[in-house]
C-alpha cells in the first residue's frame, strides 16, 4: 500500500509569488490535513478536509488555501509568498475524521527567497 | 500556556539506557499520538492511545486520562533511536486536527 506523497519535495520560490502544494492521501483514506513546521513555531495546523469540504482551518492569513478533490488529493496554495512562509510543510491522512491513526507525508521543503 | 507541553526538550543517552518523555496535555482528547522525526523531516506514527498502554518492540506508550499525562518510553536504546520525538493530541471537537508539543531531541551515543 502507498504511503502518503507530497509534490514537490523541494521547492525555492521568491516573494510574491505564489506556490500549490499537493498530497496525496494513502488509498481508501479521505481525511487530509495540513501543517506547517517552523524552527521557531513547531508543528502548526493549517486546515483539515473531509469529503472536500474544508472541515477545520488553523489560525493562518487568508493567503493560505487548500482544496480537496474527488479522488481525496488535496492541494494547498500559498500566495503572495513571505520570507516567513519558509517552512516544511506536512499532509497527515487518516481513515476517517473520528479516532483513526495519522499517517505523515515526507513533506515540501519551501524556501522563499 | 501551549495545550501540550513535553518534558525534556532535549536528551542524551548512552547505548543501552532506559528512556522516558513526557507529555502532559490541557484539553479533553479523543486520541493522544506519539510521532517521530527523523533529520530531512519525515514523520512516523509511533503510537495512537485513547487508554491505558501500548508496546511495540522496544518502545512503549502509556496515558493517564484522569492526569492528563502520557510517557513514551524506549528500553535498551539504541544510537538509531536519535530522533524528535513529538506528542500531539486530537481533542474530541476537531476532527482529525492534532495539536502537537514541542517536541523532544533525543540523541543516543554509542
Known amino acids: 500500500k502507498a504511503g502518503v506523497t507530497q509534490t514537490p519535495r523541494y521547492l525555492i520560490k521568491t516573494r510574491g509569488q505564489q506556490v500549490t502544494l499537493s498530497c496525496s492521501p494513502i488509498?481508501?483514506?479521505?481525511?487530509v490535513s495540513w501543517y506547517q513546521q517552523t524552527p521557531g513555531q513547531g508543528l502548526q495546523f493549517l486546515f483539515e478536509y473531509f469529503s472536500e469540504t474544508q472541515r477545520n482551518k488553523g489560525n493562518f492569513p487568508g493567503r493560505f488555501s487548500g482544496r480537496q478533490f474527488s479522488n481525496s488529493r488535496s492541494e494547498m496554495n500559498v500566495s503572495t509568498l513571505e520570507l516567513g512562509d519558509s517552512a516544511l510543510y506536512l499532509c497527515?491522512?487518516?481513515?476517517?475524521?473520528?479516532?483513526?491513526?495519522?499517517?505523515f507525508g515526507q513533506g515540501t521543503r519551501l524556501t522563499v527567497v | 500556556k501551549n495545550e501540550v507541553e513535553q518534558s525534556p526538550q532535549n536528551l542524551t543517552a548512552q547505548e543501552g539506557e532506559f528512556i522516558t518523555i513526557n507529555c502532559s496535555y490541557s484539553v479533553g482528547i479523543s486520541a493522544l499520538h506519539w510521532l517521530q522525526q527523523h533529520p530531512g523531516g519525515g514523520i512516523v506514527s509511533l503510537f495512537m492511545l485513547s487508554s491505558g498502554k501500548k508496546k511495540h518492540g522496544r518502545l512503549i506508550a502509556t496515558i493517564n486520562i484522569q492526569e492528563k499525562h502520557s510517557s513514551l518510553h524506549i528500553t535498551a536504546s539504541h544510537p538509531r533511536d536519535s530522533a524528535v520525538y513529538i506528542c500531539a493530541v486530537r481533542s474530541r471537537t476537531s476532527g482529525s486536527r492534532l495539536t502537537f508539543g514541542e517536541g523532544t531531541q533525543l540523541t543516543v551515543n554509542p
Open positions: 488509498s481508501g483514506h479521505r481525511s
Open positions: 497527515a491522512s487518516s481513515f476517517h475524521r473520528e479516532v483513526t491513526e495519522a499517517f
